[in-house]
């Protein structure tokens, strides 16, 4: 087999003990920017690119690898230790993450997200070792119409998730893809919603109101919940995982490892839509759904391997065709280039060595990342003893760096805080916050795929419905959505004309708190 | 609080987005008479219109509910979140302001001096009192931040204005980030 | 406790006082800290390499540190704001290209060419039309006379309504070639949709497309310029075809504020030089296609940004509300 023997050699060279070292340095980088509050992995490789210009191409890749690999995990830290997702991907793991941390499971819960991440992602890097020409012509197919019904089963598991209250989650996706709309438009470069002010033509991004929502809240909270010393956080150690454990939520990994890698191909999409899709999936799928908030296993595992399963997959258009889907793998790609590299089907016969040897990267990246993980976990766990006081203005200040880290603009500090101001209220009036962040993500890529798609298939509507993979997805998402409202509608049909209290959600006093956030 | 009142009160929030979302669709784009001259029939403005349409169909209905509920007001009660018994609340308001004003200070102050202002207030107000602590803590993690985003992420924080432009300088020179 | 915190300020403060009046800006010394390098567009992208490659090589001699910080957004007038807020003392430049000036042009962003002063003109191309390996069309020729017979059904990936791209396909459109135009806002999708076959063509400058042309799966079929590419010699110029449309260039210049002192721009001019002397950036520019022949002063570089502004506003006024938004069939 001419692929075993290249990744031998790329084995040899990912193991070389140069680009060892700094293939483990990147992912211990990595976990602990993605762990860190407001400093997400996009930020660490945005501010490691530099560097890498200094080393050579293969050495740069790894570095870049690891970082990529341990920083999508690394969030999941924080979400699950103080129910502050580290980067966008990691919202998911708040919901059953944190609750587990409350009940004294955090390291249950840390094991748990861990070894999925690790298989998710070995799982995806498989699959970019050996199915990386197949899958990129299958990546070439898809055009405007299937990504925008992509995304359309993203906004559609956002509701999904909400059985309770649609309406608000509905509310607040929609508020949203309202905040995503903000800025020049994708088609004429007009200003839109801007108010005169010319800060908002550059738009507002994800990263930043998810910083503001979740951080700024939590933090307050952090210092103010039980009047006088405030609270401190609980890290007892939780019964270990043995193998059996993992083995209760294997379909859960599964599943979520089959999504995350599917849409780890999409452009745009990336790891926070793979982790929404596999939770709200799992949610219907693992049947248990009615108690997911409480601190599942399941609702854990599934976005977690999802998450880390896109990382290996995001790869497969970067470097069979050199279309980068998602920030990371533009900054990949830049690297790339600074190098004199040119990703493309030349890549592989030109580069061979340099190629398997990335992909051997991904595969140890991954493995390490198990052992890494534990590590940064451990100290973060250490790092909830310091009074709340001390972590929460730290937390605060990095949330501030990140916010601006990620275009270097002030504006987006101040975008930041006033999301963290609308994220407590929010808070405290037990309204979603995570369909809004989701629908920030996924507004401007739906309208741009709405607006390109009718561009170029002569204004015509029905093109959505007509291509066969974007008709089945947009079919699937329809019984998706039909399939999860079932249970919220269900009641509403059957009520009894003279009992006020039954069908009426608002009577129900007060609405479960779903998202958990 | 009456029940009336606590209804009314419930129900600010769904108007006001209401009325926000009918607002804002008057003033999607600064020169409508840019985007009536397109042939295009969605053009800049239609997918705006059509989420700031659904944000107010979803309040709307939002208000709907209210009413239903208000109607049955006899038997609604504040609800009580255990989560937030004994919760502070004026320390919460003082504590968003504070970040608020940090965001504010930011430009002017640089972000040494703010950050270093910032983190003695916030651990003084979340109960931090013994003054070495404090002082350790905000010396050393203003240090460190700056040593990680400054020196080693080259991050281009502001410096300040006018003479906390020139602190911050000099400082940055003292540390050997400069 | 707060006094504490107030007196430990005072005593660090005081510590510096001496550090910071010995700090007034000098002139001779420039530069004595890190010189920050905006990139106006996000990582990856030709405004981002050409920021990196001239910082890399610039560092040396200039002897400080160039952080390159990207600072995307509204087609680059979020990066260039920047530039022009922080203050005018060399210690910020910005990569000014283009695509920004034509925003500009189209009523984008509150700069004007008079705002900066240009430092040096780093790169030039042309644009080009390409289309698919396995496109039936293989000469322009060929395109144009199947636009001709089928009008509109001919499609072309391009950035948006209103850019140059625009423009080249509007003035296309009047010279009897109708197609239709589709943004991609996106480059990496824009590149993949000819390549997937969801549009016939795409309108792009040879260098953000190299990895592409090197591999065969795009093929230039015409370059809107004056004369032949040197490094496309096989493909013919607008001009040789009758079309009068090789006047949009696409430059990327650095740029300060209007207002930096003189003898600054002077010193960041000369490492320019140097730097587009050094063969390292002459492997760069020849691989993306986009090395300019002669250095360019400052004063040259305003004239011709201006004159650049100044040929976009034309040509947007020509083809105003006529065809905006070309309604296809």
Known sequence: MDILANLAGGFAGALDPYNFVFLVSGLMLGV??????????????????????????????????????????????????INIPGTPASLPSCWDGYPMTRKGLSSRALSIAITASAFGGLASALLLTFGAPPFASFALKFDQPEFFAATILGLVSVIAIAKDAPLMSALSMFLGLLIGTVGVDPMYGMPRLTLGVPDLESGINFTVVMIGLFAIGEVVDLICKRAGGGRSITTKPGKQVGLSDLWRVKSSIL????????????????????????????????????????????????????????????????????????????????????????????????????????????????????????????????????????????????????????????????VCLAFGIVGYFMKRTNFPPAPLVVGVILGPLCERYFLTSLANYEGNMAVFFTRPISGTILALSAIFLAWSMWPAVKPLLRRPPNDPTHGDPAAKEPPRRVLKA | MTPLSHGLRRLATPAALLAGSLLLSQHIVRDSTMIASLPDPIGPAGWPRLMLGAVGLCALIWIGRELLALRRAVDQQKPIDEEYEGYAHGRAMIGLGLVVLYGLALPQLGFPVATAAFVALWCLIGGIRRPLTLALVTGIGCVVLLYVFVLLAQMPLNRGQGVFDGFTVALYRLLGIY | MLRNALTLTAAVAALLTPVLSSDPARADDYPSRPIEVIATFGAGGGADLMARQFARLAEPHLRVAMPVVNVSGASGNAGLTRVLTNPADGYTVGTLIALSVSSWASGLGTAKPDDFVYVAMMQNSPSMLYVSKNSPFKTYEEFAAHAKANPGKLRVATSGYGTQDDITLKYLGSQGVPVTNVPFARPSERYASPIGGHTDAIYEEPGDVAQFLKSGDLRPIVVFDKQRHPSFPDVPASAELGLDIGDLPNFRTLAVPAGTPPERVQKLHEAAAKVLASPEWKTFCADTFTCVDTLVTPDQAKEEVKAFYETVKGYLDRFATKTVGQTPG
């Open chain 1, 32 to 81: 602990v920017a993605g762990a860190l509050p407001g400093i997400s992995f996009v930020n660490a490789m945005a501010i490691a690119l530099p560097f890498t210009y200094l080393l050579p191409p293969v050495t740069a890749m790894s570095f870049l690898g690891g970082i990529y690999v341990g920083g999508v995990f690394g969030g999941s830290i924080s979400s699950i230790l």
């Open chain 1, 255 to 414: 599943r979520g490892t089959g999504l995350g890698c599917t849409i780890g191909v999409i452009p745009g999409a990336g790891a926070t839509v793979g982790a929404v899709i596999a939770y709200s999936v799992e949610k219907q799928a693992c049947g248990k759904g009615d108690r997911f908030g409480t601190g599942m296993e399941e609702g854990l595992a599934a976005p977690e391997a999802a998450k880390n399963a896109t990382t290996g997959t995001a790869m497969i258009p970067l470097l069979t065709l050199g279309i980068p889907g998602s920030a990371a793998t533009a900054i990949m790609l830049a690297a790339m280039l600074i190098h004199g590299l040119n990703p493309g089907p030349l890549l592989f016969t030109s580069n061979t060595t340099l190629v398997y040897t990335i992909f051997a990267s991904m595969l140890i990246a991954n493995l390490l990342m198990i052992v890494a993980a534990m590590g940064v976990a451990r100290v973060f766990s250490t790092l909830m003893r310091v009074p709340p006081a001390i972590l929460g203005a730290f937390i605060i200040v990095l949330s501030v760096v990140g916010a601006y880290g990620v275009r270097n603009n002030l504006f987006d500090v101040y």
